[in-house]
């Protein structure tokens, strides 16, 4: 891209310090190698919900001594995704849980259209989500994907969020809802509406990379982390 070359090659003419500085030391949380990221795609998915953290998780390679690996997968064979505003993404990474560190699963769609409502009717995601479920892995959501992991079992008596519009059903579903931007219960990481996907990504790379990391994702982002991270 563009753009992230030229941001690149900013730091190198002395303009900023974005890509091109130095890389900060990131330590790892346990496992060594790298932090392998996968994002689950689905048609009627949030456009805003998949890129953010990709973005962050992507440019948080760029400043980090730990490799991220960071993807899009999709339950069943790869495909075109269509998203909920017509993006069509190319899924070329089928269902392999056991081959990441950290799943995060986005929201979207309404009531009778494709997103999470027919992901939720139909049973295999939310199935598929609860069975990949071990140590060393955290699941994460943003926006109503909170709700496909509550289908899940997911969030039963936990702390988590999700958009202010789905709040009540998040609860009426077991989840202990918190009026904050991103909740932290380890291996459970939740965030709120649409844009809070920049805001949870950044929290997690703070928290398996460094803060270091993440305030130079946010500096290249031009973004700055925003309302409160709930944690134990």
């Given at each position: 891209m563009r753009r992230r070359a030229v941001l690149a090659g900013s730091a190198a003419a002395g303009v900023g310090t974005l890509v091109g500085?130095?890389?900060?030391?990131?330590?790892?949380?346990?496992?060594?190698?790298?932090?392998?990221?996968?994002?689950?795609?689905?048609?009627?998915?949030?456009?805003?919900?998949?890129?953010?953290?990709?973005?962050?998780?992507?440019?948080?390679?760029w400043y980090s001594s730990r490799k991220i690996d960071t993807g899009y997968m999709v339950l069943g064979r790869p495909r075109v995704i269509t998203a909920a505003f017509g993006t069509r993404v190319t899924v070329d990474r089928s269902w392999r849980p056991e081959e990441a560190d950290l799943i995060v699963v986005p929201g979207g769609g309404r009531p009778g259209e494709p997103g999470i409502w027919a992901e939720i009717n139909s049973g295999a995601l939310p199935k598929a989500l609860a069975a990949a479920r071990r140590p060393g892995l955290t699941i994460a959501s943003?926006?109503?994907?909170?709700?496909?992991?509550?289908?899940?079992?997911?969030?039963?008596?936990?702390?988590c969020t999700t958009h202010t519009v789905a709040k009540?059903?998040?609860?009426?579903?077991?989840?202990?809802v918190k009026n904050a931007r991103v909740v932290d219960d380890g291996d459970l990481v939740t965030a709120a509406g649409i844009t809070s996907g920049l805001d949870l990504a950044l929290h997690l790379v703070a928290r398996e990379l460094n803060a270091d990391v993440a305030v130079q994702v946010e500096e290249a982002l031009e973004y700055q982390a925003r309302g409160t991270v709930w944690t134990r």
């Open positions: 500085a130095q890389t900060a030391e990131a330590t790892p949380r346990g496992a060594k190698g790298s932090l392998r990221v996968r994002i689950v795609m689905f048609d009627g998915v949030e456009e805003q919900d998949f890129i953010a953290p990709y973005e962050v998780f992507s440019l948080a390679g943003l926006c109503t994907g909170a709700i496909i992991l509550a289908a899940a079992g997911l969030v039963t008596g936990r702390p009540k059903e998040l609860a009426a579903r077991g989840g202990v």
